[in-house]
C-alpha cells in the first residue's frame, strides 16, 4: 500500500488549494478514505472522510461549507478542495486509507503535505 | 461531539518499565476506539483497534483495555523504539475526535 500526497504549499487567504493522494498497492475502489490534518506542533485533528464509493462525505465543522472532498476510483486517486483557505487551516495534511468496512480506522496513511496559509 | 481526554500528557520511563496512558471518553464509545503512535516527522501508525485488537505486525508489548468510556493503552517493557506520541481516536461516530496526545520520552 502506498499514498502519496501532492498539491501543499503556499495558498493565500481566501483562495483555494487542491490536495492529491495517489494511491496503490490495493483496490482504492473498495476502501473509504479521510484526510487528517497536524498543525505545526499540535495533535492530530480529523478533516474529512468519504465512502468507497464516494456517494457520502462527512466533514469536521471547522472546514464544512469550504473544503470538499472527492475522489476518482478510475485513477486511484482521492482529492481535498480546499477553498477560502484560513491561517488555521496552516498543517501537515495527510490521507488515510479505511480498513474493509470501517471508514474511520486507518491503517495506512501518506507522508504528508504542509500547506501553509499566508498573506 | 465526543471529547477525548489522554492522561498524562507527557511521561518518562526506563528502558524495561512498564507504561500506561489512558484515555477517557465524554460519553460511551462502546470499544470503537483506536490508538496510533505517532514518531516526529512521520505519519501516525495504528497499534490498536477496537480498544483491544492488537494491529498486524505490532510488537505484543503492546496492548489495549476499556470499554465504554475509559481505556487504556500498556506498553509492558519499554524499549527504545516506542519513543513517540500516543493518541488515542473515537471512531464510533462523526465527527471523529482525538485525545490531545501523550508524549513518551526515556528516561
Known amino acids: 500500500v502506498q499514498l502519496l500526497e501532492s498539491g501543499g504549499g503556499l495558498a493565500q487567504p481566501g483562495g483555494s488549494l487542491r490536495l492529491s493522494c495517489a494511491a496503490s498497492g490495493f483496490t482504492f475502489k473498495n476502501y473509504g478514505m479521510s484526510w487528517v490534518r497536524q498543525a505545526p506542533g499540535k495533535g492530530l485533528e480529523w478533516v474529512s472522510s468519504i465512502i468507497d464509493s464516494g456517494h457520502s462525505t462527512y466533514y469536521a465543522d471547522s472546514v464544512k461549507g469550504r473544503f470538499t472532498i472527492s475522489r476518482d476510483n478510475s485513477k486511484n486517486t482521492l482529492y481535498l478542495q480546499m477553498n477560502s483557505p484560513r491561517a488555521e487551516d496552516t498543517a501537515v495534511y495527510f490521507c488515510?486509507?479505511?480498513?474493509?468496512?470501517?471508514?474511520?480506522?486507518?491503517?495506512?496513511w501518506g507522508q504528508g503535505t504542509l500547506v501553509t496559509v499566508s498573506s | 461531539d465526543i471529547q477525548m481526554t489522554q492522561s498524562p500528557s507527557s511521561l518518562s520511563a526506563s528502558i524495561g518499565d512498564r507504561v500506561t496512558i489512558t484515555c477517557r471518553a465524554s460519553?460511551?464509545?462502546?470499544?470503537?476506539l483506536n490508538w496510533y503512535q505517532q514518531k516526529p516527522g512521520k505519519a501516525p501508525k495504528l497499534l490498536i483497534y477496537a480498544a483491544s485488537s492488537l494491529e498486524s505486525g505490532v510488537p505484543p508489548r503492546f496492548s489495549g483495555s476499556g470499554v465504554g468510556i475509559s481505556f487504556a493503552l500498556t506498553i509492558t517493557s519499554l524499549q527504545p523504539a516506542d519513543v513517540a506520541t500516543y493518541y488515542c481516536?473515537?471512531?464510533?461516530?462523526?465527527?471523529?475526535?482525538f485525545g490531545q496526545g501523550t508524549r513518551l520520552e526515556i528516561k
Open positions: 460519553q460511551s464509545v462502546y470499544k470503537s
Open positions: 481516536q473515537q471512531s464510533y461516530s462523526f465527527p471523529i475526535t
Open positions: 488515510a486509507k479505511g480498513v474493509y468496512g470501517d471508514l474511520s480506522r486507518w491503517d495506512n
